[in-house]
């Protein structure tokens, strides 16, 4: 069983929609990333959460809205979204600091029609 | 710019033997290496990982060595079981600044250990 728990594990979502994807981790790991993985491809950087502040933005489009409300959870908040941004979506967590691997959860696969 | 590369799209290996996955990468400032397999339907599970400061991490049936001259580290499961039977991701990071947690990952390869 993963640690870090996503959900829903499959959306289907219209253009127009507006849905959240969750995290939540209780290994009081103090850094959330969110990541997407394309069918054949590996996982790519979305953003990265550290001590609940955002640290890292990937260049991702504003139509993706991250959030972390506590060191527990995370959401991304999802807008007008395009087909081409249908993907598996995986949210991990680390200690902070050096040599700290990332645990990953089971992803969301995400549909847009 | 594929700067972690696996060149092995898929290995086939008999159950009992050693499975030996190969990961390339070009980033010199990388100092932090994992790996991390994955089945379907499912996210990547941590497996291994090895600090530049080191060439030689084990853990069980799992052993990871990193040739720094030749960025070049490889995966040695010995002995190899079906279970083993996934996608395998080489990671690599560049600790500290701005990178931090930025993982580079590898194309991934296909191993399959037959009974």
């Keep these: 069983d993963t640690e870090v728990t996503q959900t829903p594990k499959h959306l289907v979502m219209g253009m127009t929609n507006k849905k959240s994807l969750k995290c939540e981790q209780h290994m009081g790991h103090r850094a959330m990333y969110w990541y997407k993985q394309k069918a054949k491809k590996p996982p790519e950087l979305m953003f990265v959460y550290s001590y609940e502040k955002l640290s890292i933005n990937e260049s991702v489009p504003s139509r993706f809205s991250p959030e972390c409300p506590n060191s527990s959870l995370l959401n991304l908040h999802l807008h007008a979204l395009q087909p081409e941004d249908s993907a598996l979506y995986l949210c991990a967590s680390s200690r902070p600091g050096l040599n700290s691997p990332l645990h990953f959860g089971n992803g969301t696969r995400l549909t847009v029609t | ?115």
């Design chain 2, 1 to 115: 710019d594929q700067q972690v590369k696996q060149n092995s799209p898929s290995l086939s290996v008999q159950e009992g033997r050693i499975s030996i996955l190969n990961c390339d990468y070009t980033n010199s400032m990388f100092d932090y290496f994992l790996w991390y397999k994955k089945y379907p339907a499912e996210g990547p599970t941590f497996l291994i990982s090895i600090s530049s400061i080191k060439d030689k991490n084990e853990d069980g049936r799992f052993t990871v060595f990193l040739n720094k001259s030749a960025k070049h580290l490889s995966l040695h499961i010995v002995p190899s079981q079906p279970g083993d039977s996934a996608v395998y991701f080489c990671a690599a990071n560049r600790e500290g600044g701005t990178s931090y947690g930025k993982l580079t990952f590898g194309q991934g390869t296909i191993l399959t250990v037959h009974p």
